[in-house]
């Protein structure tokens, strides 16, 4: 799990960065082994990326429903 792990947030974020400072100079390339890279590093950026946000989802899910409980409960 990434939400409960600052320094592997921390990590992936600076990873994501880098990859695409480096999609950046390519950007006029032709050189197709570059961007193979390119193309390997978004995939795999972008599914770490997609996981997090179903993670956050989810969390934001659980404490909106925890939250709700808990106001219900007030009221008792």
């Keep these: ?3 409960d792990n600052v320094e592997r947030l921390e990590v992936f974020e600076k990873k994501m960065c880098d990859n695409l400072s480096s999609a950046d100079c390519l ?3 032709s050189d197709v082994k570059a961007l193979k890279e390119v193309w390997i590093n978004y995939r795999t950026d972008m599914a ?4 997090i946000l179903r993670e956050y989802k989810e969390l934001i899910t659980k404490l909106k429903s925890q939250k709700a409980d808990n106001d219900i ?3 008792y």
């Excluded at 770490?48 to 996981?51: H, N, Q």
């Design 1 to 3: 799990m990434f939400y």
């Design 27 to 29: 950007n006029d390339s």
């Design 48 to 51: 770490v990326a997609v996981g």
């Design 73 to 75: 409960k007030k009221f």
